[in-house]
């Protein structure tokens, strides 16, 4: 009984990350894609679509995740690729990310990857340093051109800012 | 050989993620030079679809300004007609009468935008006309206050413009008031002013002096409006004019574009070509 209990829960769990996964990226397609602050500041909030995922999520999904979440915008930015590649970076990258900010105590068996779980300033800094290395490698991406880097860096600064506050926005309105 | 598998299956992650790595550089490196790959970019039917749709909520909020946009594009209109009208008349110059095709080689053909970026390094509009409506990849783009773009690729019913607003796209331009001729590319990051290029810091160059497509150009009618010079710079130790241009067209609220098709353009880049040809023997 205590296994079919279980089993019912992940079967649960699995589904609303399915959904979680979709929200951002209809979000980031049909809403915030005009969204631009002072021509400098770009909201991806779909990024939060890897960052969220679980931490027990297996890393070829995640990857594979990645990749599938990146060439959908792509296609909506006529973009082709960049966001694939940033995507699929982040999310190879996750695991290690995770490992470097380890607290002292080690992770808690019962912790779940979310602000209320991890506590601010944890997940401001988890989410802000997948945040940058997206933003840098899309953003150099698509300017190809060196004489833009000064652009380019300054706007993944401003980026890397407005897209962290709105998916800690977004994490403040979770109900778990 | 099970030395191998092992290895495979232990870092069976990072091949992964490298194989889909190399994917997605090549998928963005090849993708400017496949005009008609179209999957992935939003001439694709279905991703067209739904921008189309959540667009036309934008499009209703913005209805009074395509109005206004209309009725002052309705009188520049008459205007034309008029001065038009006025010239057969007076047959100002002697001796020319441009054939009829040559002077009805233009075909317009209106689209809706159906998407469209003006914040990116290089932006694209998305267009609801395609190769159904005898459009293809090359074809020039105005809106009705000025240059838009140039057509990338065409699906059955939707099309990718280049915007003007693209790192890598220049158009012929000439200065109206004393016909210098230069070339309009896009700075990277207003996406109100561009900049026009190789105008000799030996001409004058006046503010607010109108700048139109030159009669140099393979897809845009001559006199089409570019902008307004806002900023005349020169470098030093340069040659030319660094010259900033105020855009005629709000690519913010684009809603309705025109697409050109010179009828006669293959017949001439064939002569043009041919002749090349025989110069260099």
Known sequence: ?176 | MYQLVQFISRQRAFILFAFLEVLSLWLFYSYNNYPNAIFFNTSNYYAAKALGTSNSIREYSNLKGVNTELASENSRLNELIAKLQAQQLDKSIVNYKADSSVASRFKFVVAKVSNLTTTQFNNYITIDKGSADGLAPGMGVMSSTGVVGKIKSCSEHFSVVISILHSEYSVSAKLKSNNEIGSVKWKGVNPDVVEMTEVSRYKTVKIKDTVVTSDFNYVFPPNIIIGYVKKVGVKPDQTFHEIDVQLATNFHTLAYVYVINNKLLSEQKALEEKSGDVKAK
């Not at chain 1, 609303?16 to 809403?31: D, G, K, N, R, T």
């Not at chain 1, 607290?103 to 944890?122: H, I, K, V």
């Open chain 1, 1 to 176: 009984m205590l296994t079919a209990n279980s089993h019912k829960m992940t079967s649960k769990s699995l589904f609303s990350q399915v959904l979680i996964f979709v929200f951002y990226l209809l979000l980031q397609i049909f809403f915030v894609r005009q969204l631009v602050l002072f021509d400098y500041a770009f909201c991806f909030v779909y990024v939060a679509s890897i960052i969220l995922l679980p931490f027990e999520i297996n890393k070829i999904t995640l990857i594979l995740l990645g990749f599938v979440a990146g060439i959908t915008v792509d296609i909506f930015y006529n973009t082709v690729g960049a966001n694939a590649a940033a995507m699929t970076l982040i999310a190879f990258l996750r695991p290690n990310v995770i490992d470097i900010l380890t607290p002292q105590r080690g992770y808690d068996e019962r912790q779940t990857l979310s602000l209320n779980s991890m506590g601010l300033s944890w997940f401001i800094t988890y989410a802000a340093s997948l945040i940058f290395i997206h933003h840098f490698v899309l953003f150099l991406l698509e300017a190809s051109d060196w004489g833009l880097f000064l652009p380019v860096i300054a706007k993944v600064i401003c980026s890397t800012i407005f897209t962290t506050t709105i998916v800690v926005i977004i994490q403040f309105f979770r109900r778990d």
